[in-house]
């Protein structure tokens, strides 16, 4: 107490010695943070060391123990980050001048993080890697890695959109369950002898079509399969959002008339979100969804078993092409990184050949070796895999991915409420965000 | 307490029927702010409960429809798998040691501000305070790459020192409000005479003040818990490695992206993270009452 | 702030050594300092920070970032969405205020009436705030879900039709409201039953004397003496509702379409979704200032009546 006293009634030299103090424990950290071998943070949504590791994740850390034991001078930090908050915290980061070695972040992103400069372009890795070079890409997936004619992104696992249906429904109503629906027109007449009022108090309690349009990404990925299928496309090649071509306002259109002229897909599909939609198609209030292949192993096909559920591709108009979309993930090495090299070595390790074909027995790989290879043959990831080998686009290649994407679903949310016709609300929307973010 | 057991004469029986009939409105009075409490209870108290349930639901009946008020086979294997399976323990004991210091050590510098706000006189008194009353006002976002920036250039990025400095700062403009008004209502009498008496003002403050600000100092400290212990973003971006990472951030780990959100391990999660916070009440809540009711009262 | 009790001797003593005696004036600063560095450096130094990027053009997605003047605020002022932003702002903090400032007097007299189980009732309506923004949005979101969640399933076996919660922009508005105040009530609820509590009886008793009714006695004592109470909370309540993104973000994500948009959460949209740092800093400058306003017209307005 006496002391404390001291300190009060003499506050200057108090100050200064305090100061003293505190410069000399900065500096000290400074100076014992840079005297280790080569320690590379890594930024990852994929805890590889949680106490209740699957397949995958198991695979993960033998690959990284590997890579440990063969590199002894090298240290590994880990940084999980919930995977909706990767792309964010690696921006705030990098503009922090302390951006993590190396991140992993969704394919939507490649062109911003690419563009920006924040990301370093691997040609020189890449090109000539046995397993890694850009050749033994999907060709959807190496649209999106390349920005400029450089390739920035190491993908992983990728996706696609399908359409599950539920058999013992199609059964129940009458339907042929090995038949599912395969055009809009079919898609529709189908899910009209689905939508039912089972228990008769006069309200819809079993849709015929679920998908998503809630303001989430989910919604304009799954309108662009519609728009892909008919031809058109988001953005032309200056970069400017095209939502009002002729495709565009016929898969608006086409929302509008699910809801609102044929009733088979409940109006509140603007708030459900993917789990409520997932939930919806498994307790049995939607006979069909256009939904990710990421739900399939366990929240689909493990809720329901094989003998009530099915998967088919997205339904095209007449005269169509088939088309998805593909999204997933990728490790991408910051243009700030001290040790790009060793990174390069660590991204080899956990993105190898072998840790692929494991990753590629639940996922869709990226990599047509790993989709060819007889291990994976005739299950779901293989057949999904060549559908959307054939069928998938990826994100669009522009800065903004964000506003054009948001622009978008609020124009598709007015059609679908009929507060605006399909061609008002979609060319609104462009011109708003042609004005103002296209590159 | 209203009883009476002598009724002689006609005046006291008019009288213990008049009681009786004031007993009689009390009671309905009681009843009915008991039922209306009651019922606000219930209110306040279901997304909690149904959260609870949630978390005592098997994993795979979740998504079952009707819904169940008590599940078929109540198990309590997300609590085992939240405490045994995840980092959350630890995220937990981090939160604690990030909030426990954040509210020491706002309730050190703060309550020594607030002794001087409410007893000193110094030039430019009145805009400090004005000053600290208007850092509430900035919208929080917007500071997050300074703080960033500011971290990085302290070398105290991925440090709980981080997060302890900024949740202090936040805490300080109610905290000093709060203390300076809980200080004003204890008579000044009682410190100047220990100024006659020779004493310093430390002296003053550590032995005069401190001691009478006790449920000012509680009432402060639940807040500041209660604001800290929930942060999310801040926390989330100054903490990199994961064995430093505090609760909210630990938490939103659970919530699905490419999988469905995990709603047991949440639900179970939420309720396990609310338990300090509850303890903290249950200790402190006559405190807290106290020391808003005197500290507050100074607009 | 102002005494009025008369000054001491003592204190004039105190006031005159002080001015002769700077060194005894510095040492108030010394007190102060820690507190005042504190607030200065993370809260004030950000937010003048904020104010210096918002005349740039300031892209996270872009390494150039010129100073361009006003123009992200001209932008501003041009953005029909700002406007509806800030229309639904206003409108949140209008109804969200007198509504959870009322919730918590409303419980506070409950809970000051004598009877007994008071602390328990207190410790389980206190129960709400112990949990944090962000992830009370998830429970509520499962518990609000239109096909899915508890409330309609409630709603259905009482006999009334799904209620469109979180697809019609009355229903996510009314929500938002309702879960924002069933979080936040209590803050107000413990702040005036601590100044319930600090009310002397002998006012009331006295007023009962005078045949003051239930409601006179309300309106004439209990509430002009908790004035203080009513504008710390109203300043509080109004600045939190004004900057509240959190439960935004976790429930409704702004829509359905934009009706639950609120200025808040364009902001944090504008910067870490479209990257457009200078834009949102703009955004913030604005609220900043409006919440400057309303606090300024409550002190004043409540300064006023209780004069």
């Avoid at chain 3, 499962?142 to 709603?155: Q, R, S, V």
Wanted: proline share 5%; with cysteine.
């Amino acid at each position: 107490m006496l002391l404390l006293n001291k300190i009060v009634s003499k506050p200057v030299p108090y100050l200064m010695s305090v100061s003293v103090v505190l410069l000399l424990i900065f500096t000290s950290a400074t100076v014992f943070g840079q005297s280790r071998p080569v320690t590379l943070r890594v930024q990852t949504s994929i805890d590889f060391f949680n106490d209740d590791p699957n397949d995958s994740e198991l695979a993960y850390r033998a690959a990284h123990e590997a890579f440990l034991a063969e590199n002894p001078n090298i240290r590994i930090e880990f940084e999980i980050v919930p995977p909706f908050e990767l792309y964010r915290q690696f921006l705030v980061a990098a503009e922090g001048r302390n951006a993590p070695d190396i991140t992993y972040q969704g394919a939507a992103n490649t062109y911003t993080l690419a563009s920006s400069g924040n990301v370093l372009a691997l040609n020189d890795y890449m090109d000539g890697h046995p397993f890694l070079n850009p050749d033994n890409l999907q060709s959807a997936i190496l649209d999106v890695a390349t920005v400029d004619g450089q390739y920035y992104v190491i993908p992983t696992t990728t996706d696609a959109r399908v359409l599950y249906y539920r058999k013992d429904l199609f059964e129940a109503a009458g339907l042929d369950a090995s038949a599912p629906p395969t055009t809009r027109a079919e898609l529709i007449e189908t899910a009209q002898s689905l939508t039912q009022d089972t228990d008769g108090d006069g309200e819809t309690d079993q849709w015929g079509y679920c998908f998503i349009a809630d303001n989430t990404l989910h919604t304009p990925h799954m309108w662009l399969t519609h728009v892909w299928a008919a031809g058109g496309d988001l953005v032309d090649a200056d970069g400017k959002a095209v939502y009002d071509s002729e495709a565009g306002i016929a898969a608006a259109q086409f929302y509008y008339d699910l809801v609102n002229t044929y009733e088979v897909t409940p109006s509140n599909i603007i708030a459900n979100d993917y789990d409520a939609t997932v939930r919806a198609l498994v307790s049995g209030q939607c006979a069909m969804a256009l939904l990710g292949t990421w739900s399939w192993p366990v929240d689909i096909l493990g809720a329901l078993g094989e003998e009530n559920v099915g998967w088919t591709p997205v339904p095209t108009p007449e005269g169509g092409e088939a088309a998805t979309f593909s999204g997933g993930w990728s490790w991408l090495i910051s243009s700030r990184s001290d040790h790009p090299d060793e990174a390069w070595a660590y991204i080899e390790a956990i993105a190898s050949e072998e840790l692929a074909l494991e990753l590629g027995r639940e996922n869709i790989s990226t990599r047509q070796s790993v989709l060819s290879s007889p291990e994976i043959q005739d299950t779901f990831v293989a057949n999904v895999g060549t559908y959307a080998a054939g069928a998938a686009h990826g994100n669009p290649q522009v800065t903004s991915t964000q506003p054009l994407f948001d622009g978008l679903r609020q124009a598709l949310q007015d059609v679908i409420r009929g507060r605006q016709d399909a061609q008002t609300a979609l060319t609104q929307a462009a011109e708003t965000y042609n004005s103002r973010y296209a590159r | 307490m209203l009883t009476t057991s002598d009724n002689r004469t006609s005046k006291q029986v008019s009288l213990a029927e008049a009681q009786r009939r004031k007993k009689r409105r009390s009671d309905l009075l009681h009843i009915s702010v008991h039922s209306a409490l009651i019922m606000c209870c219930v209110l306040a108290l279901f997304p909690l409960l149904w959260t609870f349930i949630t978390s005592i639901t098997p994993r795979e009946l979740v998504y079952q429809w009707p819904p169940q008020f008590i599940p078929d086979n109540i198990t309590f294997d997300a609590y085992a798998r939240a405490l045994g399976k995840t980092d959350l323990p630890r995220n937990f004991l981090n939160s604690l040691l990030v909030t426990t210091a954040t509210v020491l050590g706002s309730l050190l510098i703060g309550s020594m501000a607030a002794f001087r706000f409410a007893r000193g006189t110094f030039p430019g008194k009145n805009i400090i305070l004005l000053f600290f009353i208007a850092t509430i006002m900035v919208p929080g976002l917007s500071n997050i790459i300074p703080l960033y920036i500011i971290m990085r250039e302290l070398s105290l990025l991925n440090t709980y020192l981080s997060l302890i400095l900024v949740y202090i700062a936040g805490a300080m403009p109610l905290t000093v409000w709060l203390l300076k008004g809980f200080i004003e209502s204890i008579p000044k009498e009682l410190d100047e005479s220990a100024l006659l008496d020779g004493a310093s003002k430390f002296q003053v403050f550590r032995f005069v003040i401190l001691p009478l600000i006790g449920p000012g100092m509680a009432a402060a400290a639940v807040i500041t818990f209660i604001n800290s212990w929930n942060e999310f973003l801040l926390a989330l971006t100054f903490i990199q490695s994961p064995e430093k990472r505090t609760l909210q951030p630990g938490i939103q780990l659970f919530v699905g992206y490419y999988e469905s959100t995990e709603w047991t391990l949440i639900a179970a999660a939420t309720l396990i993270a609310c338990i300090p916070v509850i303890i903290l009440f249950i200790f402190l809540q006559r405190s807290l009452i106290a020391g808003l009711t005197a500290g507050a009262v100074k607009g | 702030m102002i005494s009025s009790q008369p000054q001491s001797s003592q204190e004039n003593v105190a006031r005159r050594s002080a001015q002769f005696k700077p060194w005894r004036n510095f040492s108030e600063y010394i007190w102060v300092a820690p507190a005042f560095i504190f607030v200065l450096f993370f809260t004030f130094y950000a937010a003048a920070y904020a104010i210096w990027l918002s005349f740039y053009d300031y892209s996270l997605a872009s390494p150039v970032r010129p100073f361009i003047g006003t123009e992200n605020f001209q932008r501003l002022f041009q953005d029909a969405e700002y406007w509806q932003s800030l229309r639904r702002s206003l409108l949140f903090v209008a109804i969200d205020v007198p509504l959870t400032v009322g919730m918590g007097f409303a419980l506070a007299l409950l809970l000051n009436q004598p009877i007994r189980g008071r602390w328990l009732y207190r410790s389980l309506l206190l129960l709400p705030w112990v949990i944090s923004l962000v992830i009370a949005g998830y429970m509520l979101k499962w518990i609000f879900a239109e096909n899915t969640g508890i409330l309609n399933y409630l709603l259905s076996l009482a006999g009334i039709a799904q209620v469109p919660w979180l697809s019609s922009d009355a229903g996510a508005f009314a929500t938002v409201v309702i879960a924002h105040a069933w979080r936040v009530y209590p803050f107000g609820m413990v702040i005036l039953l601590a100044g319930l509590q600090g009310i002397s009886k002998e006012l009331y008793e006295a007023a009962m004397i005078d045949g003051a009714s239930g409601r006179q006695r309300l309106i004439h004592i209990t509430m002009p003496l908790l004035t203080p109470q009513f504008l710390i909370l109203l300043i509080l309540r109004t600045l939190l509702a004004f900057n509240m993104v959190d439960l935004i973000f976790t429930m409704t994500g702004g829509g359905p379409g934009n009706a639950t948009s609120f200025l808040s959460y364009m902001m944090y949209q504008r910067a870490f979704s479209y990257l457009d740092l200078g834009y949102a800093a703009a955004i913030g400058v604005t609220i900043f200032a409006i919440n400057i306003v309303l606090a300024l017209v409550y002190f004043y307005v409540l300064r006023r009546n209780s004069a």
